[in-house]
């Protein structure tokens, strides 16, 4: 499976203006190219190279590799619809490929600008670096919060699921993002917070609906998009580790299930808040890093994980009394609610598909050791 690897690049002062005139150059000359090909109706790479090639190479001083890149850049984007005239950022992306950029490990990396090839140092971690083996030519040049980083391609492997013992069960938002089995939750006071000022920010902007408001709304739903995202990285991950580092599977809900639930509590503010966050990426995440890291995946039953008692399987809705309080009408345990679901996702998990193997043998088979090492 093929990986996006960010490694963000250290520039001096100079450096950084070069690449940053480079980078404004580029999309100059795409935004021009657009322009021609949208007036001559072509979307043909050769007829355009034929045509605008060495226009490109003396109007905008690029390397013959550059203008190739532009080409390309600008027929993939003009071809998927012909009625309109792509343009592009004025700092948006340069796609680089072997030709003209290329790695020393990944510590060091040359690539070429407006003024000849540069050699830059990268300020990258021990993970990105076990993986500079699989690195592949094509990385992206970007340009965020007044750095550069180069989106690699990295090919990672993915392991061979590992035999689990036992499951963790993870329940996705009643009250926090994420709780599991163990009792722990994936909350934060900065998400609540965050959370709170889009979502008044978001309201008051809404009533002015003027043209400057809008464009605050659609500036604000990409930050809080790239926003959710971290987290959701953040969460997934962590997650992953965990089941990796103890040998378990990890067990979810279908998606359905936390619409559902959510209607049933009957909270339109509780609703809301589901829907916003984003969950199907969430999982998505969650069943992408598991498979990249050999934790098998199982899906349960979302039906009543939040009203069965986990001691006694006694089912009843007033067992949970309050959103965040579970306490069972039969038995009497009593339990933070999303922890109760978790546990109840993690126990149908291994009635569903009961573990076969020993503890014994799968601590001590070679997968599982390599894994959990
Ligand atoms: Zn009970």
Redo the contacts with the bound molecule.
């Keep these: 499976m093929l990986q996006a690897l960010p490694v963000k690049l250290e520039t001096s002062g100079d450096e950084k203006a070069l690449l940053l005139a480079t980078m404004k150059k580029y999309n100059e000359a795409a935004n021009f190219l657009a322009e021609q090909a949208f007036r001559l109706k072509i979307a043909n790479k050769v007829e355009l190279q034929k045509r605008f090639y060495y226009q490109l190479r003396e109007q905008f001083n690029l390397s013959a590799q550059f203008a190739v890149r532009v080409i390309s850049k600008v027929v993939e984007a003009y071809k998927k619809d012909k009625r309109i005239k792509p343009v592009f950022r004025e700092l948006g992306a340069i796609q680089y490929d072997q030709r003209n950029l290329s790695w020393k490990g990944l510590d060091r990396v040359s690539m070429i600008t407006l003024k000849g090839r540069i050699k830059l140092r990268t300020r990258i971690g021990e993970y990105q670096k076990s993986r500079a083996d699989r690195i592949r030519g094509q990385a992206d040049l970007i340009y965020r919060k007044g750095e550069f980083y180069l989106i690699a391609v990295v090919d990672a492997p993915e392991q061979s699921e590992f035999d689990p013992v036992g499951a963790i069960g993870v329940d996705l938002g009643i009250e926090n993002i994420a709780t599991d089995s163990d009792g722990q939750v994936f909350r934060g006071e900065t998400i609540e917070k965050a959370r709170k000022r889009y979502n008044s920010l978001r309201a008051r902007l809404q009533k002015k609906s003027t043209r400057s408001a809008k464009r605050h709304l659609k500036k604000m739903s990409g930050r809080e998009k790239r926003f959710k995202r971290d987290i959701n990285h953040v969460i997934s991950k962590a997650i992953v580790s965990k089941a990796k580092g103890t040998i378990r599977a990890i067990a979810l809900e279908d998606l359905s299930g936390i619409r559902s639930r959510a209607t049933v509590i009957g909270r339109k503010q509780q609703r809301d808040r589901h829907s916003k966050w984003s969950f199907r990426q969430l999982r998505a995440f969650v069943e992408y890093k598991a498979k990249r890291d050999g934790v098998p995946v199982k899906f349960v039953d979302p039906k009543n994980t939040s009203r069965e008692?986990?001691?006694?399987?006694?089912i009843d809705a007033r067992?949970r009394r309050t959103r965040n309080h579970f306490k069972?009408?039969?038995?009497?345990?009593e339990a933070m609610a999303d922890h109760v679901a978790a546990c109840n996702i993690a126990a149908r998990a291994a009635v569903n598909q009961p573990i076969v193997a020993p503890l014994f043998s799968a601590v001590t088979s070679p997968l599982a050791l390599a894994v959990g090492s």
């Design positions: 008692c986990p001691k006694c399987h006694n067992n069972c009408t039969e038995c009497g345990y």
